[in-house]
């Protein structure tokens, strides 16, 4: 399929999900909004991918909603004197759009995010859905929604508190202000910053790599448990896992693990 918004570019088990705009740096419009869940849904479906890798191109990973190109849409749904069918429609056209962020959170593979230049308001929205952000040191991060007049509604005031936490996430909401990489790495924001683009996208491949050669049913299950975990008790957690294990343990996969611990030789993992 081909895309207005999105480019996929495939590597053996690791897909590259690439932002183009068609917006100045990669800013959100209509196309983006419809496209992003159906390339993660067909992503979900094949069982050929293994991780997925988020990038934008050109001088930025995203700067976020496009509002002159999402206007018509929006425009009429924002007028102060329209009546609660104004309402129930933009109602829906957010929980679209909010599934669209929700599509890349429930991947069932891992969704590695390498973020450079500006990553702002939408961007980052979709940059927390990621399991992993990595970035380059030019990068800048904002939480911007505040500076129009919006509620963050995308998900980084849901998902963001898990990453850096309740005061971190209050403070860039709160002042809309921007913070480059040396702070979002103290935050936890990102796990590793690299020198420059080039840089960040080689350290984001080869960690891609790693997470593809480890066996795949088991690096899902991981991601299923870690989600599961998420506002329950350490006690809950551990017995969903402990079912979890009880039902999928027992692999091809877990064989294959053996025998090349014993035969002294790398494991090759066919997620089965």
Known sequence: MSYESLKLERTGPVAEVVLTGPGRGNAMGPAFWRELPQLFRTLDDDENVRVVLLRGEGKSFSVGLDLLAMAPELGPL?????????????????????????AVAECRVPVIAAVHGWCIGGGLDLASACDVRLCSADARFSLREVKVAIVADMGSLQRLPRIIGEGNTRELAFTGKDIDAVRARAMNLVNEVFPDADALLKGAREMAQQIAENPPLVVQGIKRVMNASAGRTAEQGLEYVAAWNSAFLASEDLQEAFSAFAEKRPPKFQGR
Do not use: E, F, N, W
């Open 78 to 102: 924002l007028d102060v004197q329209a009546g609660p069918a104004a309402r129930t429609q933009l109602h829906r056209l957010i929980r679209r759009m909010q599934d669209a962020v929700g």
